[in-house]
């Protein structure tokens, strides 16, 4: 079945970096657009960047030119590099395969916590 493991959240001061990772198992992964996602709390959760391929890549305006999503198709693993970190990237962020703008499993993994400080 469908898995999915987030990691690599953590509290760091505005300005600063962090980089998610995401392990993924159950389904095709390397010919699967996979994507972050984020919940703020009292918010919808939203898509923040996705992957096509390592050279296909889409960001949410909030987050282009700061946030890198990659890939590693041979470790069914997709990062998330945040750089220029802001008080309102604090969220929850979560990973799964995307089907057009949306998640296509309605599976989620516990998600991984950042807390950016101003």
């Known amino acids: 079945q469908v898995h999915f493991v987030e990691s690599g959240g953590g509290l760091v001061q505005a300005g600063g970096s962090l980089r998610l990772s995401c392990a993924a198992s159950g389904f095709s992964f390397s010919i699967n657009t996979m994507g972050w996602f984020r919940q703020a709390p009292g918010k919808q959760r939203e898509l923040v960047a996705r992957?096509?391929?390592?050279?296909?890549?889409n960001y949410a305006d909030s987050v282009k030119g700061r946030f890198t999503i990659s890939r590693d198709n041979a470790k069914m693993t997709v990062y998330l590099q945040m750089n220029s970190l802001k008080p309102e990237d604090t969220a929850v962020y979560y990973c799964?395969?995307?089907?057009?703008?949306?998640?296509?499993?309605?599976?989620w993994g516990q998600g991984t916590q950042v807390t950016v400080s101003s």
């Open positions: 992957i096509i391929s390592v050279d296909i890549t």
């Open positions: 799964n395969a995307v089907t057009g703008w949306t998640h296509r499993y309605d599976y």
